[in-house]
T-cell receptor, first 110, second 114 residues
Framework: RKEVEQDPGPFNVPEGATVAFNCTYSNSASQSFFWYRQDCRKEPKLLMS???SGNEDGRFTAQLNRASQYISLLIRDSKLSDSATYLCALQNTGGFKTIFGAGTRLFVKA | SQTIHQWPATLVQPVGSPLSLECTVE??????LYWYRQAAGRGLQLLFYSVGIGQISSEVPQNLSASRPQDRQFILSSKKLLLSDSGFYLCAWSYGTGGERPQHFGDGTRLSIL
């Protein structure tokens, strides 16, 4: 079983839609969790950290569910500019290495 | 604030030629440094990471090597490139200490082997 699994998509949604991505992980000792955004032919950029209490940044909400071992990213009121690949990532104890999911592609259409 | 510089942005090399990609970080000391490769349409593959000068950990056996001659400099090298070395090479850094250490990436080098 892979350490991190994401639905590769693509997710095709109209502007204004709400879309949610999940990412499951297998190591219950995982400590820190993140979402990254990667535009086509660009580097991944940190979008937000993910906490059990949930955290929100504008239209983006991230949530960690330790019991079920998944993290989620919710995007409300999708914009054309949200079209990208979204990567989940986690760190185990020590934090030297980050394990990245393969990414979920999102296309937002007018 | 911290910045990471990676060059060149694109590179076209013949099979069998050598390679040297350089990455430097500014605005922090003793960072953890990483080299990743991303094949077209694929996920990130960790190649090397370093927690200090001269300390290199290799994740994937291949014809690439890495060096860290200075605290904030990380170099990826090869003596003889293979066709399979084509890809998008990304350097990243994170804080050396602390609990949560998200990685931050450079702009990447797109390497094509002919």
């Amino acid at each position: 079983r892979k350490e991190v699994e994401q639905d590769p998509g693509p997710f095709n949604v109209p502007e204004g839609a709400t879309v949610a991505f999940n990412c499951t992980y297998s190591n219950s000792a995982s400590q820190s969790f993140f979402w990254y955004r990667q535009d086509c032919r660009k580097e991944p950029k940190l979008l937000m950290s993910v906490y059990s209490s949930g955290n929100e940044d504008g239209r983006f909400t991230a949530q960690l569910n330790r019991a079920s071992q998944y993290i989620s990213l919710l995007i409300r009121d999708s914009k054309l500019s949200d079209s990208a690949t979204y990567l989940c990532a986690l760190q185990n104890t020590g934090g030297f290495k980050t394990i990245f999911g393969a990414g979920t592609r999102l296309f937002v259409k007018a | 604030s911290q910045t990471i510089h990676q060059w060149p942005a694109t590179l076209v090399q013949p099979v069998g030629s050598p390679l040297s990609l350089e990455c430097t970080v500014e605005g922090t000391s003793n960072p953890n440094l990483y080299w990743y490769r991303q094949a077209a349409g694929r996920g990130l593959q960790l190649l090397f990471y370093s927690v200090g000068i001269g300390q290199i950990s290799s994740e994937v056996p291949q014809n690439l090597s890495a060096s860290r001659p200075q605290d904030r400099q990380f170099i990826l090298s090869s003596k003889k490139l293979l066709l399979s070395d084509s890809g998008f090479y990304l350097c990243a850094w994170s804080y050396g200490t602390g609990g949560e250490r998200p990685q931050h990436f450079g702009d990447g080098t797109r390497l094509s082997i002919l």
